[in-house]
């Protein structure tokens, strides 16, 4: 079993234990998740893009909390869903390797645009 | 070496081969991470809590895309910030099982809320 | 000249006299204006759609707030941008009437989460 | 009755008639709300900030859309919840400008950094 499969059953005993099952509702989830990242976006949206590169320790620290959080809400969504997280976005990345392809892809920002979609 | 890393060396190296590094600013990183969780979050957004447990198959294989989305620029940003994403949330799961012991937090959405503050 | 109008130029000055324009680019705009949006949201997360509906009042209140600042991020990055707000929300509530018009659309869940496409 | 209260009374007409009212609980509206910012911020993710100030006219007439969508769901959630949306902004801007005296938040950054708190 991966080290990331052991922490989903990890976190899902969390929350059986506390019997906070019946709040995690993937609409829920998916909202939480949504919150967790505006914490992350928090720290960065005065800074300049290289200011974002060299952040201090403290500040450093604090964005890697809220990272903690978001990993976690998105392990305990794909788990409500049954969907196997890892899995998924390795096939995604194959996909994306076919699709933009290293000869044409390179440092083209308007392709990059369109990574995701 | 966990799964998970080795999944980031292979994200590193998709982003080298392209010339994307260029666009990976931690600042730039937060934002298409938001994007892509608001991805997740539309297609929960019209649905009961119900609906949202039992979605048919093919709005779930959408949505397993965007959480493979998602988990991508979330391990991205992690690794240009330096930042072990497994670890973080491994150390902040056991200072919430410190914060919140079973016996107070059972059934508790007002603690609940609190979950990750 | 509509009060929206008025209250824009009043936030445009606020932030000319702190010299907060040089922050307020549009990108770094969109970045808050999401920010402020979560903030309101976490204030759902957890609760169901009827207890949305009930806020307590000390609750409704700081919802007030953040709906407050989510207007006034938006009204800043529309003016930023050379965009007149209101008249850009009237002519795609007349896109949308052609759109979904009333008979067809009625009580349309599937037809409604295609409104803003 | 001033444009935006006009508006606002149109955009539950809007939804009457169409019997959406049923999907417009404040929690729902509050997720189409980040939705439509991120398909805001979708368009920034990965311009500089020059870039965004300086958008071609036909992602500017994108953006219009998607400030003019952000604007009818925050108009309908704060009416559900029966705020008066420019009226908790006005009296928002008056604290900020008690807090923020000209003289003291002059081009600081870490003071406004703090403006929405």
Do not use: C
């Not at 450093?60 to 392990?75: G, K, M, R, S």
């Not at 194959?94 to 933009?100: A, D, G, H, I, P």
Request: aromatic share 8%.
């Amino acid at each position: 079993m991966s080290e990331l499969e052991k922490f989903k059953l990890q976190l899902r005993q969390f929350a059986e234990e506390r019997d906070w099952e019946q709040f995690h509702s993937p609409k829920n989830l998916s909202m939480a998740l949504s919150v967790e990242v505006a914490e992350v976006v928090e720290h960065f949206q005065w800074l300049t893009e290289e200011q974002s590169k060299n952040l201090p320790n403290d500040k450093l620290e604090e964005v890697e909390t809220e990272l903690a959080d978001t990993l976690i809400y998105l392990i305990r969504l794909a788990d409500k869903l049954g969907i196997d997280l890892l899995a998924a976005a390795q096939s995604k990345i194959e996909v994306n390797e076919r699709k933009y392809p290293v000869g044409k892809a390179k440092g083209n920002a308007k392709k990059y645009t369109e990574l995701d979609k």
